[in-house]
């Protein structure tokens, strides 16, 4: 398990999470999300086998998917008012902060942002904000007015927007 001064996992509202062990100023890079980039035909096959395996996937460009397994991104958790997003560097996906995050806060982004319109994966949520959307599904189902404060702070990668 790669562990990090700055992050620890917790027990959180859904399980495990990633928690903040210093405060991250809005804007901050945090840290890598680490992984094996893996084929939709590999994640499929997860679905059949340990669909935990699928629901971590992040996915990376057009037909792949980084699976964070055994690494910090295993325990990155959805929120729909989310204090943090992924954002692409290179060839890279890096955890970064959308708001202020204080010490002993969860980190969370919307997994909304990572999932493209051919993505039919779906999720009943239970993050227990204000706005919560109930159910978690692929960025043509974002509200307009979430979509675009996402696409204000850079959020949703090209190649996400791109298929709707
Ligand atoms: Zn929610």
């Known amino acids: 398990m790669a562990s990090s ?10 399980g495990r999470g990633i928690v903040a062990a210093k405060n991250f100023r809005r804007g901050a890079l ?13 994640v499929w ?11 971590n996937c992040f996915r990376y460009d057009d037909d792949h998917y980084l699976d964070p397994d055994g690494e910090i991104g295993q325990y990155a ?6 204090n943090a997003g992924i954002v692409k560097r290179g060839r890279r996906l890096m955890l970064k902060a959308i708001a202020p995050i204080a010490a002993g806060d969860e980190i969370t982004h919307d997994y909304s942002t ?20 109930r159910v978690v599904a692929h960025i043509g189902k ?14 949703v990668p090209d190649f996400i927007l791109e298929s709707r």
């Open 5 to 14: 001064p700055s992050l620890t996992i917790k027990s959180v509202r859904n």
């Open 30 to 42: 945090i840290t890598e999300i680490k992984g094996r980039i893996v084929t939709a035909e590999e």
């Open 45 to 55: 096959r997860y679905w059949e086998t340990d669909p935990r395996l699928g629901e």
């Open 77 to 82: 958790n959805h929120s729909c008012d989310p």
């Open 114 to 133: 990572l999932l493209a319109a051919d993505d039919v994966w779906r999720m009943r949520c239970n993050c227990g904000t204000s706005k919560c959307r």
């Open 142 to 155: 974002l509200p307009a007015v979430t979509l675009r404060a996402y696409r204000r702070l850079g959020i």
